[in-house]
């Protein structure tokens, strides 16, 4: 199965609420939330991401469960 074209898309995350927290870079496929402590866990759904042209947009699916890792440097 082919890829789906996501150079017109931009992939959107929401928190648990439903509230829109960041809104990736068109074409990009990635999205970064910011202000968790590191060493925080965080569960599946806590987040849920979708992809966006801007006019429609897809079912939010459940970001996985991630860890948020220390700033480099």
């Known amino acids: 199965m082919a890829a789906e074209d996501r150079s017109n898309q931009t992939l959107k995350i929401y928190d648990k609420t439903g509230k829109l927290i960041v809104t990736g870079e068109k074409g990009k496929g990635i999205a970064t939330i910011t202000g968790l402590a590191a060493g925080t866990k ?32």
Request: proline share 6%; hydrophobic share 40%; aromatic share 10%.
């Open 42 to 73: 965080v569960a599946a759904g806590d987040y849920k991401a979708s992809f966006s042209d801007g006019t429609n947009e897809s079912d939010k699916v459940d970001v996985p469960v991630f860890n948020v890792l220390p700033a480099e440097g």
